[in-house]
């Protein structure tokens, strides 16, 4: 076995601390991270995929220069989507991009936890529900949408969620349920 093969069993903080010297274990954190960060910019951001990829590239530049920076006392993925969802809005600022359509396709078992989540009663086909999905988040404030992603789309607890949104896990509880209440709102107002 090599130490490429035994280094994919260490935890991402584990990895963190090994990539200070060893590219390799850079590497398979790369790997766990690059389809989940790819996902997660183009649904807070609307950005093309183009666009998306060199913002992910531009994350992990990041995240290598600042390897010594992380704080062993955070989880890694909290760290990760710290700088992914800081790298979106300097984007954001530097191009002033407006957000349009999203296609990004929603998995079934996150549409279903949204669904269930909103009590929405309707039984649809999976991918009118990505429509519908998409279409209300697109309708909502910004913030009210990042934190519906990280919370259903991400699968983010609400510890990560303060941790990479740099808010007191009780204003990130209160935000969640802001969240849900203009989701209902405005899904109620296009779909009902």
Request: no cysteine; glycine share 2%; net charge positive.
């Amino acid at each position: 076995m090599s130490l490429l093969d035994g280094n994919k069993n260490l935890s991402d903080e584990q990895l963190a601390v090994l990539s200070l010297d060893d590219h390799l274990s850079f590497s398979i954190l790369i790997n766990r991270y690059k389809d989940k960060l790819l996902n997660y910019i183009k649904r807070i951001s609307n950005f093309s995929q183009e666009d998306a990829s060199d913002i992910l590239q531009d994350v992990f530049l990041k995240v290598y220069l600042n390897l010594n920076d992380f704080n062993s006392d955070l989880k890694f993925s909290s760290w990760i989507y710290s700088i992914t969802r800081n790298q979106v809005i300097s984007n954001y600022r530097k191009f002033k991009i407006r957000p349009e359509g999203n296609s990004t396709p929603i998995d079934e078992l996150a549409v279903r936890k949204i669904i269930h989540d909103f009590d929405i009663k309707k039984e649809i086909d999976i991918k009118i529900d990505n429509k519908i999905i998409f279409s209300v988040l697109n309708a909502i404030k910004p913030k009210w949408k990042e934190i519906l992603i990280l919370r259903f789309f991400e699968e983010k607890d609400y510890s990560e969620i303060s941790d990479i949104i740099k808010k007191p896990s009780g204003t990130v509880a209160s935000m969640l349920n802001k969240a849900k209440k203009e989701f209902r709102k405005k899904y109620q107002e296009k779909y009902n």
